[in-house]
């Protein structure tokens, strides 16, 4: 019901800059929670970075003061400001939404950090 689309990722430097997108449609329900994750080969996916409607974060250990998570909540979208990007921080980046129904996970978009 809730379709999630994100956009943004790309090829960049080491020690560059992106800022991912999710938007979220076709549903006239509240959004709570809204979260990055991501996930590279042979790896677990793992969260990054949450934030609540009330514009609550958290962040994991290893993108503190590096990454920034925001939301538009007019818009029904949330961002991640990734700045100072490692060759770590390569992955698929995939946007969690949860309102009072269900959770919904966009398709994911490629983030890769080159040296």
């Known amino acids: 019901q809730v379709q999630l689309v994100e956009s943004g990722g790309g090829l960049v430097q080491a020690g560059g800059s992106l800022k991912l997108s999710c938007a979220a449609s076709g549903s006239m329900l509240s959004i709570n929670t809204m979260a990055w994750y991501r996930q590279a080969p042979g790896k677990q996916r793992e969260l990054v970075a949450s934030?609540?409607?009330?514009?609550?974060?958290n962040y994991v250990d290893f993108v503190k003061g590096r990454f920034t998570i925001s939301r538009d909540n007019a818009k029904n979208t949330v961002y991640l400001q990734m700045d100072s990007l490692k060759l770590e921080d390569t992955a698929t980046y995939y946007c969690?939404?949860?309102?009072?129904?269900?959770?919904?996970w966009g398709h994911g978009t490629q983030v890769t950090v080159s040296s």
């Open positions: 934030i609540t409607r009330g514009g609550n974060t």
């Open positions: 969690k939404v949860v309102n009072v129904l269900n959770i919904y």
